[in-house]
């Protein structure tokens, strides 16, 4: 028998418990959530960041958004870029979603898939934006 310290209210307890005795947290059950928060918030953090520069990059490059290709198409379409914007975000939101259904951290999952739903209406309505100004 060896000592660990509980994820939850970092008191140290025997590795046998299965319930902490403290806060009464299942410890065997919450085992697998415990990483579903830490992944959701480094997809946030990825997607984020990869909206930003490509933020960045739209700004000093507008005329990508008027560039065509050999059938005269545009090559980045709005309807594309949404593709581009909402698909990650369905894997961003993800590890949310399965705390949200498996009933942990509810109020985290809720306020993230909340954020989630905002920023990307943001990013949308920043690119149709975006794409006034090249003129489409
Ligand atoms: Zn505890």
Do not use: R
């Not at 990869?50 to 560039?67: D, E, K, R």
């Not at 509810?106 to 794409?131: D, E, P, T, V």
């Amino acid at each position: 028998m060896t000592n660990i310290v509980c994820p939850y209210c970092k008191q140290v307890i025997s590795d046998t418990d299965t319930v902490c005795p403290y806060c009464t947290t299942n410890l065997v059950k919450n085992d697998y959530s415990k990483y579903l928060m830490p992944v959701g918030a480094a997809l946030f953090v990825l997607w984020i960041a990869a909206n930003i520069a490509g933020f960045v990059f739209l700004q000093n490059h507008l005329q990508v958004l008027t560039l065509k290709d050999k059938n005269n198409c545009l090559i980045f379409s709005l309807a594309e870029y949404i593709q581009l914007l909402i698909q990650p975000s369905i894997v961003v939101c993800a590890p949310y979603v399965i705390a949200l259904i498996k009933k942990y951290q509810i109020k985290i999952s809720i306020a993230c898939i909340s954020m989630c739903i905002i920023l990307l209406m943001l990013f949308i309505s920043y690119f149709i934006h975006l794409q006034k100004l090249a003129g489409i």
